[in-house]
């Protein structure tokens, strides 16, 4: 397993917004695929002095905040190899002229959106939805894969209706150690999430036995503390 291990630490300048003080850097956490190590993908974490739980902390941050904290951490990774994910709020897609912003940014085809609050999708009335949705298929068009996180069984049938293909579904740490222990339950699960795109990745995997479980399962990738490794690479190291 240690082959494919590896999460890496920097800390590059950071964009002058006060919002944003508390971000001290980037982290990468490997997502592996297990038929084609090729298609491993790192997603780009923040890390944060802060006493507030991170998702509190992201939730407190401005629309504005956020989008200048992906372009930020866009522009850091494209500097280094390989494919990275990022996320991206809901909310966020409903912004035009972000969007197009976004699609004009040269990437080569590297990067991964995530969209990481999926039930938000249910607070937005039809028009912000419609919005979602050309979003999501405008970022595609300019070569941008875009997944989908923490989907639970509830959420299914609101994305379905979406009509939206995604390139993958990301199965959150909490849901997949609810059904580890029934190969039969986490294999329908992962078929189930396959309807709402391409392939299936499978967060929360901390075991060589967690490990084989997911492959079992028919995923298709898996993302976790199994894979840590820190790496600090010296040239991307401005602090």
Not at 8 to 32: C, D, F, K, M, S
Not at 56 to 80: D, G, N, T
Not at 128 to 148: D, M, N, P, S, Y
Request: charged share 20%.
């Amino acid at each position: 397993m240690n082959s494919f291990s590896e999460q890496a630490r920097y800390v590059p300048e950071l964009p002058r917004n006060a919002e944003l003080l508390r971000i001290t850097g980037i982290r990468l956490q490997r997502i592996h695929f297990f038929d084609d190590a090729s298609l491993d993908v790192c997603e780009v974490l923040s890390q944060v002095r802060t006493p507030l739980p991170l998702d509190l902390f992201f939730k407190h941050l401005s629309i504005a905040a956020k989008q200048q904290l992906f372009l930020w951490q866009m522009q850091r990774v494209l500097a280094l190899s390989g494919s990275y994910s990022l996320n991206l709020s809901v909310r966020m897609l409903t912004s035009l002229s972000w969007i197009t912003r976004l699609t004009k940014q040269v990437h080569q085809g590297r990067i991964v959106i995530e969209i990481q609050d999926p039930g938000s999708m249910m607070r937005l009335d039809k028009a912000e939805q419609q919005a979602v949705c050309i979003a999501v298929k405008t970022l595609v068009r300019h070569g941008f894969r875009v997944w989908l996180d923490d989907v639970s069984p509830e959420l299914f049938f609101v994305w379905r209706l979406s009509g939206i293909r995604f390139d993958a579904i990301k199965i959150e740490s909490g849901m997949f150690h609810q059904f580890r222990t029934s190969e039969w339950q986490l294999r329908v699960l992962v078929n189930q999430f396959r309807g709402l795109g391409e392939r299936v990745v499978i967060e929360g995997v901390e075991t060589p036995q967690d490990y084989a479980i997911c492959r079992m399962s028919g995923a298709d990738a898996v993302q976790g503390f199994l894979f840590e490794q820190e790496i600090l690479p010296k040239s991307l190291n401005h602090c």
